[in-house]
């Protein structure tokens, strides 16, 4: 599928819609499954990224190739460099070759790992020897990725003195390293964790287990968007919790000042358009826990006509795209008038002045999800749309069902 374009909606946005599980509780859970065989793991993410994770992880060649797939690369580099006797190269897409792990190899590395770049210093590929680490302690800054912290946690319980692991400096994206933790903790890790210094005990074997994943939040946000956008509807979506481990339930709040109300049901969420919305209304958030929703959030106001403020936003840069650089320019083909600096986003209130315009995606998934709620606004295009499997292969099935 190359461009794909979407027809004003004119009907009323309704349905029904089964989204699978979080891909970053799956791409958690198969890495601790490979320590753990005995975990199960029910309702596992459906995404090109967690595919490529299962497969990774039962790799039996000389190269791995990660594709697109950041999670799983950072995750991968620490599960290679504690897998005893294993030498591979991991490596990734043109874009994963410029998303760094300099701050992952350094702490494995410091930990007694055997790992070396193959191209350009602090960057895929790597080329890992697995052995095993006999060190416990590291010092690792937290404010460029959570990815690498995770990472480290993951493998911690399966190093002979477990793993003291102390920030250096700020912490972002830190609901993925409280998911981190609690999925350790369900499987019966003891840790702790106090100011700066995480600790997490050895954990050889666990009791049998099974954990059924809750649905991607992240994914949910381009209902949340949809529902904000068209008068009187209701979507209900599968499976989700009220107190979830993914710090991007934080929408239901969000969303609440953008006139979408929430409601648990058993399983499901119901999201109503509830027709109260103040447009001439600041939305100034700071999004340092829940990245990825910045662009469904900006594209939401933007149809609405709302000014937005966003803060927090400093990773946006280092994703699958700089997605603050793809956002200005695709909001400003529409009309809109977007300011960026490294960390923040200022969308003035404006109109979609130009339709039927060919929105760019930049090989990021979300950058075809965020703009696909604007087809309720104007006619739009977008390009490369099948980039959506990076995390949500039947999006564009899913989205035709509630919208026509
Ligand atoms: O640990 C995870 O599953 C993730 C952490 C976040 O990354 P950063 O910590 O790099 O912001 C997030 O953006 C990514 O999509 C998934
Ligand atoms: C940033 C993302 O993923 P990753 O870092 O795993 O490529 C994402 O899914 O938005």
Redesign the pocket.
């Known amino acids: 599928m190359e461009l794909l374009k979407i027809d004003k909606i004119t009907k009323t946005v309704s349905g029904t819609i089964e989204i699978t599980g979080s891909?970053?509780e799956t791409?958690r859970l198969l890495v601790l499954q490979q320590f753990y065989p005995n975990l199960k793991i029910e309702n596992t993410s459906n995404s090109d990224d967690a595919i490529l994770m299962q497969k990774a992880l039962v790799n039996t060649t000389s190269e791995v190739n990660i594709g697109h797939a950041?999670?799983a690369m950072r995750f991968l580099t620490s599960y290679f460099s504690v897998k005893e006797n294993s030498e591979v190269i991991l490596t990734g897409s043109h874009r994963m070759k410029n998303r760094p792990v300099k701050i992952l190899v350094d702490a494995l590395t410091s930990l007694g790992a055997d790992i070396q770049y193959v191209e350009k210093e602090g960057y895929p590929p790597l080329k890992i020897k697995g052995k095993k680490l006999t060190k416990g302690v590291v010092e690792i800054e937290g404010n460029v990725?959570?990815?690498y912290i995770?990472s480290l946690l993951l493998v911690a319980p399966t190093l002979q003195n477990g793993l003291k692991l102390k920030f250096k400096g700020e912490i972002?994206?830190v609901p993925?390293i409280k998911m981190t933790l609690a999925l350790l903790a369900e499987l019966g890790v003891e840790l702790s964790w106090d100011d700066d210094t995480i600790l997490i005990q050895p954990k050889p074997t666990i009791e049998d287990k099974t954990v059924v994943v809750e649905s991607d939040w992240s994914s949910a946000s381009y209902y949340y968007s949809l529902v904000a956008l068209s008068p009187n509807s209701e979507v209900k979506l599968s499976s989700y919790k009220q107190h979830s481990l993914q710090g991007d339930s934080v929408l239901a709040n969000i969303y609440k000042n953008l006139g979408v109300e929430t409601t648990f049901e058993n399983n499901s969420i119901i999201l109503k358009n509830t027709g109260h919305l103040n447009p001439s209304k600041l939305m100034d958030l700071n999004l340092i826990g829940a990245?990825?929703i910045a662009q469904t959030i900006v594209v939401t106001c933007f149809g609405l006509g709302m000014e937005c403020y966003l803060t927090g936003l400093h990773?946006l840069k280092i994703?699958e795209t700089d997605r603050l650089v793809a956002l200005k320019t695709e909001i400003e083909k529409l009309g809109g008038k977007v300011e960026i600096t490294n960390e923040t986003l200022q969308l003035a209130s404006s109109k979609i002045i130009n339709e039927n315009i060919s929105i760019a995606t930049y090989d990021d998934h979300r950058m075809a999800m965020a703009f696909a709620p604007l087809a309720t606004r104007v006619s739009i295009a977008i390009e490369e749309a099948n980039v959506v499997s990076k995390s949500y292969p039947t999006f564009w099935e899913d989205f035709k069902k509630v919208t026509s």
């Open positions: 891909k970053s791409n950041g999670t990725s959570s990815q995770s972002t994206s993925y990245p990825d990773t994703k």
